[in-house]
């Protein structure tokens, strides 16, 4: 019966931390996708002066980085610009007996960026695929000068990474040649700077640079990545950007979803350059 | 006038050369200074771009692993949760005892060269000593995508034997999978796929050949125990919310002690096992998410799996356990659990089942503490005190 006692003194007292382990007058976090970092930031900065006493921090480091952290519990919402893999979903599941809360909260159009002094302004996904598994290495063979294709891209963690991956290079490995870098604000410089580079990343960052139009096939049309082509789904690359939960949001998480959700909140998307997501119901419900 | 026109001339070009003659120099060191830049730059591209490489390579290993760091209370002296033994000795009852020490120190490092081939090898350090645990090597033939794994690894019966000891609520699997599969490990050769059928629910066929007996029987490292090899097939259904699935186990018992029939032809006994299981996730408002599980294991197994002869009988074995798990908020989760095992449902008062409640904490993203209370209960006059508080603190790498 001591034994009983004790243990049920013990448990007592780890049952009472859960009333000090509260989200309450804490701050909201945001962690995840680079592509979605400045979305997230603008978001965050016009809640905050509409909702005084909410405290919002967002910071980057990519999808996968993201959704660790929503796994880890070092983050309420994680920004992605792909869906969870498999994996991810059986561990936050091991985790949280929970798959996970999806929120589609804008969309992309994901952009192909070249110098603007290129006279390539159009590719297929094929010859986007041919370029960076490394077959294709002359911009000579796309109907541009006899020059070698400098090649930019981003980091393994990058949820941009896995859509272009996955989209456009059909799983197959990115050639060695690819210059990895830390966000699509440095690939948009790097190939602003370079005559002969071309890069990838989100529409909202492609300034000093030319955006490509894609086509599906050789023999359909190219269409650029513009607000039109993206929402009628005309634009062969664009994708959902999420905003992942652990469970279903409430108090000031879903308060803050509902906002981003509603007409104010995808404004902000359009300022930034993003697209809205078609107007759904509210969050959670 | 003319005079003064040349002169002045001559002294611009004078100066004009004088000046070219300052500058030269200064435009040369300019020039080589851009040069020492560029190759400089060059230089720091060659060593990043090894650098890379380098680092890409280490991307491929993926070292993982876990401490499980214990304290055990319980009334039975020679009884050992851990072992998933108790005693029943008189001697040993109501003393009570309480130890700390490590139960499992697990290294895993895996590696995956290509997205169809990978290996892995785990070690395990505890009191006892370092044993390897598992050692594989799996490839995915890439147009069929089944996945082909040969070497020493977790059996496929169930869900829990699978389900790693860093990731459980309680510290100790079920006694029924502690009973009929010691160790979870053996050697042999598997082959699985999974199909995602309607982007909605998932279907996982998984079938294994192995040596039989596992890595605790005593002739492990260096034999296989019998000739034939026991083969594990098994059928899961993700559909997210409930996940559910099928095994059965077709084996032999090898019996060196049946004096009866010639070394030549050891004898053997059938060593059948059939299991349902099932995972129900739910979420509950403000609490979290929360599950409930159960596996129901039968078979038939030799009546006396040490010294069998041909002449003796087998048992039908019956095993149960239930978990139903909640999360408290984001920290703290609640733990329950039914643990019932029969060895031989022909024989009265050998059952055993034991009730065990707890709480984990959840320190941070690695680590987390659990507190956990259990009382097994023997049925009729085998019932021994040996109830137990563990308090364990599981560390991830």
Known sequence: MKRITAFIVAASLMVAGIAVSGSAGRAITIKGSDTMVILGQRWAEVYMKEHPGIVIQVTGGGSGTGIAALINGTTDICQASRPMKPAEKTKMKERYFTQGTEIPVAKDG??????????????????????????ITSWKDLGGPDADINLYGRENNSGTYVFFKDNVLEGEDFAPAVATLPGT????????????????????????????????????????????????????????LYWYLRTKPEGDIKKLVDWVLSPSGQAVVTETGYFPVASKATAGK | MTLIRYALCASLLMGGAHWAKGEEPESDSLYDQLNQVTDQMAGVQERLAIAESDIAKLKKVKITGYVQARYEYHDDAIGSPALGTTSSDKKNQGQLLNRFFIRRTRLKAAFQASPNAAGAVSFDGSASGVSLKDAYVSVTEPWSQLTFTLG????????????????????????????????????????????????????????GLYNGNGVDDKSFNSNDPNKSKDVIARATCGLGFLDFGVSGYWGKQFNPSDQSIPAQQPSTTDKIRYGVDAQYFYELPRLGGGVLKGELVAGKEPKNAKGFLSGDTTRNVLGLDIVWAQNLRERFQWISRLDFYDPDRDTEQDQTTTYGLGLIYFWDGNSKLKLIYEIPKTAGKNEVKDNTITLEWVYTI
């Open chain 2, 152 to 207: 020493q690894f977790n059996w496929l019966f169930g869900y829990e034997i699978s389900f790693s000891s860093s990731k459980r609520e309680f510290p100790e699997r079920a006694r029924w999978a502690r009973t009929l599969f010691p160790g979870e490990r053996d050697r042999g050769v598997k082959v699985e796929t999974s199909f995602l059928v309607e982007d909605r629910y998932t279907l996982g066929l998984q079938a």
């Open chain 1, 110 to 135: 994901m952009t192909v960026y070249v110098s603007e002094s290129n006279p390539v302004s159009q590719l297929t996904i094929e010859q986007l695929r041919k370029i960076y598994v490394g077959e």
């Open chain 1, 185 to 240: 604000a440095s690939v948009v410089n790097a190939v602003s700077k370079d005559p002969n580079g071309i890069g990838y990343g989100g529409a909202a960052y492609a300034k000093g640079v030319k955006q490509c139009a894609v086509a599906v096939a050789a023999d359909s049309v190219a269409y650029p990545p513009t607000k039109e082509m993206v929402e009628n789904g005309k634009y062969p690359l664009a994708r959902d």
